[in-house]
């Protein structure tokens, strides 16, 4: 079984309890790295699952995901998110490609950066399209995030504004996806 299980928003007690249970019955146990920043040390997961968490960047769950995959039709494998698994479409990608090589799959969600806009006292009904910003090179600089952003505001709405991290330096192709 190969398991994309949401961690949340603030540290290792925040997995779900069935979230925990699949990390625990897991032979292998991945962390992706790159779509959002942890907010604890890798060795704190680590501590409180008692086994290794294997840190997963953007090229190995991009390009290298039959390594993920490897052996998740025989046994458990885990691939831990920050937020919900569903907040980035590289984890849709993945849960296509296992169903594909006939790999069972299950997802397990969690609270992410959408749930917890309603913290700062806005109602999720009133906001438009989320935005993303991203990192501007010397020869790359999308500008269609204003668009966005002008739509919302011109319907009374407000924007979720996400920004991009740079965990990595990134070639312009990949930044272009």
Not at 3 to 25: F, H, M, N, P, W
Not at 39 to 61: C, G, N, Q, T, W
Not at 118 to 139: E, H, I, K, P, R
């Amino acid at each position: 079984m190969f398991y994309i299980i949401g961690l949340g928003l603030s540290d290792e007690k925040d997995i779900t309890v069935r979230g925990l249970q699949a990390v625990k019955s897991s032979k292998r146990v991945y962390l992706e790295a790159y779509t959002s920043i942890l907010m604890i040390d890798k060795d704190r997961l680590e501590s409180f699952y008692e086994k290794p968490v294997i840190l997963a960047d953007r090229d190995m769950v991009e390009t290298q995901s039959d390594e993920i995959l490897r052996d998740a039709d025989k046994e458990d494998v885990a691939l831990l998110v920050v937020g919900d698994p569903f907040g980035a479409t590289t984890h849709t990608d993945i849960i296509l490609r296992a169903r594909a090589l006939n790999i069972p799959t299950r997802v397990i969600h969690n609270a992410s950066i959408m749930n917890a806009a309603g913290a700062c006292g806005l109602q999720l009904y009133n906001f438009g399209q989320t935005v993303s910003l991203v990192f501007f090179t010397d020869s790359w600089r999308p500008d269609s995030f204003y668009d966005r952003v002008k739509e919302n505001a011109d319907l009374g709405m407000h924007t979720l504004l996400l920004l991009d991290i740079k965990v990595r330096e990134q070639s312009e192709e990949n930044l272009a996806r």
